[in-house]
């Protein structure tokens, strides 16, 4: 599709070539600044006080499931932020709109935050108790006459995190092929070798071409599903199962939703700081803002739309069981966070981004991305630290009590902090390695956008392949 | 690839308009034919209003069946309207444009047969059913309850009823003055009366757009919470354990978007068959739909395995037997077998085939099978899940429906179909105004050899 | 005095069954039938399965032949203090009155049946047709009790006419309702050969009900409610039959 031989173009300002995309971009990924340094330390940091935290918690022991509920909750933020992120970039380019092309490799890049998170999950595997108390399971204890092996839950969640994790990274490197190529065309010496390593043979033929976008669909396709099974699992048997009495064949969704929306504010926090402070502000601008702020206020109310399913079958249901799910989630301890959760990652979003001027601004969807992330990391602290506080009672029937709100000790909150911090250190690094504006797709997207005069104005045409 | 055909304005007019000005021959008997079954139909209706609901088949517990399933139903197919006109319009789908009036219409015609299903005949005292409806009830001072998912159905169903006829009505404006000009004496009149002026002035237009933006956004919240409710019907209650599940809303809703979606194609490939539209509606346009078909298809077979998933996860005695009924008891075991068939794994794996979905022949099947395996769908939620097969309960028995019902239901298909029948021949089925517009926007851009389809984007 | 007293008075009206009484011999259901103009159930009306009983004796049979034994539970409304049909109602036909009853209101039904499928204990009945008594029984019709006409639910009431007539005649007569008045009693209680089914005030703490219920469901006793686990807290009280020779476990309970 593009021969990388031409000559440059001399300047900037007038992208309107692909080798001029092609130099800017890749001068930017080059240069890296001491913010960047400075942000690195500091999420390096973060991730020592996690790993701190981690040594804290482990010496007391995993048989106490109460005590690990900040820790599961700061996976399943993790699970909820960065892992859903690359969704951001996969629905947007199999629906084929072009907003998405300076961000999807923004998006893809949290891909590789699946191997921390995988890292993450491994204690969770020992923190679980085996099922040899009863207690439910999605892997149907009891169902086919014989009890089902003790530890099915935690053997099929690790399966399917390790290949999340593994389609991610796949994605992320199918996708950056063509960028590895170009890098590996103007580089030299060691770094030539790396990128001719990582371009895995790349030379922009028609059928390379073909494969890569085919496969991208497969392995978009594939993420997707892999979420989606993920969050299923980790929500029944890492979740569901342990608080006795509830049942809620929405949750799964309602989770998968939340993080999706979480995703999506991640992305637009990273796209305003590259914008604002990472030099990038000719590539990302109104358009993405807009069409990610749409995006996010379509989740925010797919979410409490799911949210509300649930809650409404609860509310109008007042089984005892039910009743006391809602006294521990809702109306007991949790109540303030859950009224922070509506406001942040509902009532904001609807009440602003109801309104286009605010969609289609830089720091509309920007303020209220990050109220959304709060928000989301409030109700994953909220759900999970509850469900963990209320594993030993008894299992199968309503809860015998709804006990008192779990307060974080300094262990976990060492953890949370390392938990964001490692999921932001890595995903730094693999920004100096990858360029984080996917350069192919901004260069193809000079092919498919056309200014023709129309009647008495100039219109932009757009080219939407098959 | 270059399907589209390049019609001028005026061969545009002449296409859609040849049966609004002429009658095609086998109008009226078609008509005439509907009209005789939904006469039969409310000759059915008349005898249950003057025996009483004991000519159904229903028994205690079986006290709602095919009537809500109809309503369901209904329901469902009203949802296609919404789906293809408001959220294809607000993502800017081209292929929308020959579809969205036949949607819409449908989604009108099927949501007044829903009505004719669940409260006007349904009920036990139907001369009385407006004092919860229409909530006049002022003598006695008792207002309707409003915890009652019955009292949000019908605030919820009127509202989707009122916005997709105003969504209908805005969009007929410019295409009933297209008609108005091309008419003469009493018709004239009424034209030009019922398009309320309209001169096609830049003002008009962009009210117009405004209007049709605006509604497709308000009423995306009305859309969704009308199945919502329509499934909180069922699974607000504990009485029933099969129902009481969280998933229901979603569920439902993506259920009605499958069928309604379906039906919408249905009615595309008639459309072709019967005005011989295939200039407008392309391969193209099933296409697309049948690809969009494969996703709701995916996402609404997602939804009922995670229904079924919780069920048995609750490892409770009359969930599972329920579900054993529902599967493997007759005469439960066919129709749950030829809803699984009907609904998903006949037509999906066809629809992977580009041929299938650019062929009206093999649309028209699946999609018809589709909506086959969708009612069943409904009556194998309602029926066998009200049976609960419980202690306390002393009939354990079945249900079967009586001709009473069969009659009524096929009436309600037959209004739907004479409805739409005469729609087309009053007001043209395909919107003038937006196949034109498109064909505006329409432009193409040279790769290489490549041509790639393009249109004009703000 | 004791008038005021008599007004101001909190009543809940609740029953308790004894199934270690109960014989199957099904008086009761017929003394319900005639005190509240239930149209006579023949065969159709079973094979149609639309029989209304308010009041019926499930049998179960427990054990193999030959040790069989028969196990009888008379199931009638629980008159729910946390009532599942209640809310459904879109008109209020059917509400919860002072005296923890729940009553249905003939005229306000529309007949959507919405409360039939939400009651768990499937006692409520509908009217598929208009109610027809044979000639013979025309004039002993209750005149107490109103003929539902079709199209509408019903269920028992607990004789909430006895209960009201009781209730005004003790306020004329400026004189408490006495636990166990025959005449307070509903039908199927006082039909009752073997004291199966015990009636009375469950807020007044004298009363045989609310001592059976304290010695046998707050201090733990046989008692127990049907379907506790969905949370509707009836007002009726089953004891649990005591069987030496019990094959196996009943069914439920």
Redesign the interface.
């Known amino acids: 599709m593009h021969s990388n031989g031409h000559s440059a173009h001399e300047g900037q300002a007038a992208l309107a070539t692909a080798a001029a995309v092609q130099q800017n971009l890749q001068q930017r990924h080059e240069k890296s600044g001491n913010m960047f340094r400075l942000a690195v330390l500091f999420s390096a940091g973060l991730l020592v006080l996690g790993v701190i935290g981690f040594i804290l918690r482990i010496a007391d022991g995993v048989s106490d499931t109460a005590m690990w509920g900040y820790y599961a909750a700061a996976f399943a933020f993790v699970l909820s932020t960065a892992v859903a992120a690359p969704m951001v970039a996969i629905a947007p380019r199999i629906a084929k709109a072009h907003w998405r092309r300076p961000i999807s490799r923004i998006a893809e890049l949290f891909g590789i935050v699946g191997i921390f998170n995988l890292l993450l999950f491994i204690p969770l595997i020992w923190v679980l108790p085996p099922l040899d108390n009863g207690r439910r399971t999605l892997w149907f204890f009891d169902m086919v006459g014989e009890p089902v092996p003790n530890y099915s839950p935690h053997i099929w969640a690790t399966l399917a995190i390790l290949a999340l994790a593994a389609v991610g990274v796949m994605l992320l490197w199918v996708s950056a092929l063509p960028d590895f190529a170009a890098l590996r065309d103007r580089t030299t010496g060691r770094k030539q070798k790396m990128y001719a390593w990582l371009a895995r043979g790349w030379y922009g033929t028609t059928q390379q071409w073909h494969m890569q976008k085919h496969r991208l669909g497969i392995l978009g396709a594939f993420y997707f599903m892999m979420f989606i099974f993920v969050h299923f699992l980790i929500t029944v048997d890492f979740l569901m199962a342990l608080v006795p009495g509830w049942i809620d064949a929405l949750y799964p969704v309602t989770h998968a939703a939340s993080a999706l929306q979480a995703g999506a504010a991640s992305v637009i926090i990273v796209m305003v700081i590259l914008r604002q402070w990472g030099g990038y502000k000719e590539y990302i601008g109104l358009d993405q803002f807009w069409g990610l702020g749409k995006l996010l206020f379509a989740l925010s109310l797919l979410w409490i739309w799911f949210w509300f399913s649930s809650f409404n079958i609860f509310w109008f249901g007042r089984k005892p069981n039910e009743i006391s799910v809602l006294e521990l989630f809702i109306k007991g301890p949790y109540l303030p966070l859950f009224y922070a959760v509506f406001v942040l990652s509902f009532a904001f979003p609807l009440f602003f981004m109801i309104w286009n001027p605010i969609r289609k601004s830089i720091w509309g969807p920007t303020v209220l991305a990050v109220g959304v992330l709060i928000g989301i990391f409030l109700d994953r602290i909220r759900m999970y630290v509850a469900g963990y506080s209320v594993a030993d009672q008894s299992p199968l029937h309503a809860m015998d009590h709804v006990p008192v709100a779990n307060k974080p000790d300094i262990a976990d909150i060492f953890i949370l902090f390392g938990a964001i911090g490692g999921s932001i250190l890595i995903y730094l690094l693999a920004s100096r390695l990858i360029p984080i504006v996917s350069i192919w797709e901004q260069k193809e997207l000079l092919l498919y956008k056309l200014h023709k005069p129309f009647h008495r104005t100039h219109v932009r045409v757009m080219g939407k392949p098959d | 690839m270059q399907e589209h055909i390049d019609l001028d304005q005026k061969q545009v007019n002449e296409t859609l308009l040849k049966d609004v000005v002429g009658t095609p021959r086998w109008w009226l008997p078609a008509v005439g034919f509907l009209g005789m079954v939904f006469l039969a139909g409310v000759g059915a209706f008349g005898y249950l209003l003057n025996k009483g609901v004991g000519v159904w088949g229903q028994n205690r517990p079986v006290f709602w069946a095919f009537d809500m399933t109809n309503f369901v139903f209904w329901i469902g197919i009203s949802h296609a309207g919404i789906m293809i006109s408001a959220i294809l319009r607000l993502t800017q789908a081209e292929w929308r444009r020959p579809v969205t009036r036949a949607a819409e219409v449908l989604t009108v015609f099927s949501l007044t047969a829903a009505l004719m299903a669940a409260p006007l005949t349904h009920t036990g005292r139907p001369w009385r059913s407006w004092l919860w409806i229409f909530p006049y009830d002022f003598e006695r001072g008792v207002w309707p309850n409003v915890r009652s998912a019955f009292v949000w159905d019908p605030s919820a169903v009127m509202t989707y009823l009122t916005a997709s006829t105003l969504f209908v009505i805005i969009a007929l404006l410019p295409d009933l003055a297209v008609i108005r000009d091309r008419t003469t004496g009493m018709r004239q009149k009424i034209y030009g009366f019922l398009c309320l002026g309209w001169r096609g002035t830049p003002r008009q237009w962009k009210l117009q757009a405004v209007a049709g933006i605006l509604l497709s956004a308000l009423v995306l919240p009305v859309f969704v919470s009308v199945h919502s409710i329509v499934s909180w019907d069922f699974a607000v209650q504990i009485g029933v354990e099969g129902w009481h599940s969280t998933i229901f809303a979603p569920y439902f809703i993506i259920g009605a978007i499958h069928s309604g979606v379906s039906a919408v194609a249905t009615v595309m490939v008639l459309m072709v068959w019967l005005f011989k539209w295939d200039k407008v509606l392309r391969p193209d346009h099933f296409d697309a739909i049948g690809r969009l078909l494969i996703i709701v298809a995916t996402v609404w077979f997602f939804a009922f395995f995670l229904e079924w998933v919780f069920a048995l996860y609750t490892l409770e005695k009359p969930e599972l037997v329920l579900r054993e009924l529902q599967v493997f008891k007759m005469p439960y075991m066919p129709l749950f077998l030829t809803f699984l068939v009907t609904a998903f794994f006949f037509p999906v794996p066809l629809w992977l085939f580009k041929n299938v979905r650019r062929s009206l022949f093999w649309m028209f099947v699946t999609t018809i099978s589709v909506n086959i395996g969708m009612w069943l769908e409904r009556f194998l939620i309602i029926v066998p899940g009200i049976i609960r097969r419980q202690p306390t309960e002393f009939n354990w028995g079945s249900y079967h429906p009586s001709i009473i019902e069969i009659l009524i239901l096929t009436a309600t298909f037959a209004w739907v179909a004479m409805g739409m029948l005469v729609f087309a021949k009053v007001f043209p089925l395909v919107p003038l105004f937006d196949i034109k517009e498109g064909m505006v926007g329409r432009h193409v851009i040279k790769i290489g050899r490549k041509i790639v389809p393009a249109s004009i984007r703000e | 005095m004791a008038e005021s007293a008599q007004a101001t008075q909190k009543r809940q009206w609740g029953m308790v069954i004894d199934l270690d009484k109960c014989i199957g011999c099904q008086a009761c259901v017929v003394a319900c039938q005639s005190e509240n103009n239930i149209p006579v159930n023949e065969e159709a009306h079973f094979n149609?399965?639309?029989?209304i009983q308010w009041i019926?004796i499930?049998r179960?049979w427990e054990g193999e032949w030959p040790h069989v034994k028969a196990r009888f539970?008379p199931?009638l409304c629980q008159h729910c203090d946390?009532a599942?049909?209640e809310?459904?109602?879109?008109?209020?036909a059917t509400y919860h009155n002072t005296e923890g009853l729940n009553v249905q209101v003939y005229n306000?039904?529309?007949?959507?049946?919405?409360c039939?499928?939400?009651?768990?204990?499937?006692?409520r009945?509908?009217?598929?047709?208009?109610p027809a008594y044979p000639n013979s029984l025309k004039n002993q019709l209750n005149p107490d009790v109103t003929v539902r006409s079709?199209?509408?639910?019903e269920k028992c009431t607990f004789c909430v006419q006895r209960i009201s007539r009781v209730r005004r005649q003790a306020k004329n007569d400026g004189t408490p309702i006495a636990d166990g008045d025959r005449a307070l009693n509903p039908a199927c209680v006082n039909a009752c050969p073997t004291d199966t089914l015990v009636f009375g005030d469950l807020e007044d703490p004298n009363s045989r009900v609310s001592k059976l219920r304290d010695k046998e469901l707050v201090e733990g006793g046989r008692g127990y409610h049907?379907y506790e686990?969905?949370?509707t807290s009836p007002n009726v009280i089953y004891l649990k039959k005591v069987d030496k020779h019990a094959v196996e476990e009943p069914?439920?309970a």
């Open positions: 149609q399965r639309r029989a019926h499930q179960y539970i199931v946390n599942p049909c809310p459904v109602c879109p008109v209020y306000r039904c529309v007949g959507t049946r919405f039939a499928n939400n009651c768990p204990y499937v006692v009945f509908f009217n598929f047709w208009e079709r199209g509408i639910m049907l686990h969905l949370g069914a439920h």
